[in-house]
């Protein structure tokens, strides 16, 4: 059974630091990675996705992919109280559509 | 609005009864999913169409739950005999590739 696994929190951040979310998977055949920010009430709203090892930025926004490791995680630079969401890692592949998402982790920026 | 629409937003029911959903996709999209969210946890997938086809399904999706996307535009997810347990908020999504944009959801309680 596939499995994605995050810490839940929460993480509290000062802001305008780096807030840095980290995600695990257990499946090796995964192909694409995930990252939705889910605020209280709502739906997941799509962050960044990636496919291939290494980084990949988008403004403040960084996700860095280790396949190896099966270890994917999420950078926030200049952290604003806006980015106080959950944080939910997505993967798909290994013969599947579907996403397997983690728990989420709840993140916290501190004026 | 362009995005991923759904309704109704909430419903609640009684135990025992009948409910149905539906989910119209981005326009140009042609595969669709269904999640399934509790609180405190990440989405879990429980089917996905492309056009009209439904190509894959959770062992979630118990026999109480069906889904349809007749003519591959809008789909509808029924649950019969609704439990307790199926209290939740129902996610759909819709894709032109592989990323995935969700609806804002339908939240459901049973009484």
């Known amino acids: 059974q596939k499995e994605v696994e995050q810490n839940s929190g929460p993480l509290s951040v000062p802001e305008g630091a780096i807030a840095s979310l980290n995600c695990t998977y257990s499946?090796?055949?995964?192909?694409?990675f995930f990252w939705y920010r889910q605020y209280s009430g709502k739906s997941p709203e799509l962050i960044m996705f990636?496919?291939?090892?290494g980084d990949k930025e988008d403004g403040r926004f960084t996700a860095q992919l280790n396949k190896a490791s099966q270890y994917v995680s999420l950078l926030i630079r200049d952290s604003q109280p806006s980015d106080s969401a959950t944080y939910l890692c997505?993967?798909?592949?290994?013969?599947?559509?579907?996403?397997?998402f983690g728990k989420g982790t709840h993140l916290i920026i501190q004026p | 609005d362009t995005g991923v629409s759904q309704d109704p937003r909430h419903k609640i029911t009684k135990r025992g009864q009948n409910v149905t959903f539906r989910c119209d996709p981005i326009?140009?999209?042609?595969?669709l999913y269904w999640y399934r969210q509790t609180l405190g946890q990440g989405p879990e997938f429980l089917t996905y169409?492309?056009?009209?086809?439904?190509?894959?399904k959770s062992r979630l999706l118990s026999d109480r739950f069906s889904a349809e996307r007749p003519k591959g535009s809008f789909s509808t997810l029924e649950i019969q005999r609704t439990e307790q347990g199926d209290s939740a908020m129902y996610l759909c999504?819709?894709?032109?590739?592989?990323?995935?944009?969700f609806g804002p959801g339908t939240r459901l309680l049973v009484l």
């Open positions: 999504a819709s894709s032109l590739q592989e990323t995935q944009y």
């Open positions: 997505a993967v798909r592949g290994g013969g599947a559509d579907g996403l397997t």
């Open positions: 326009s140009e999209h042609n595969r």
């Open positions: 169409f492309q056009n009209e086809a439904q190509l894959e």
């Open positions: 990636i496919y291939s090892n």
């Open positions: 499946d090796r055949g995964s192909q694409s």
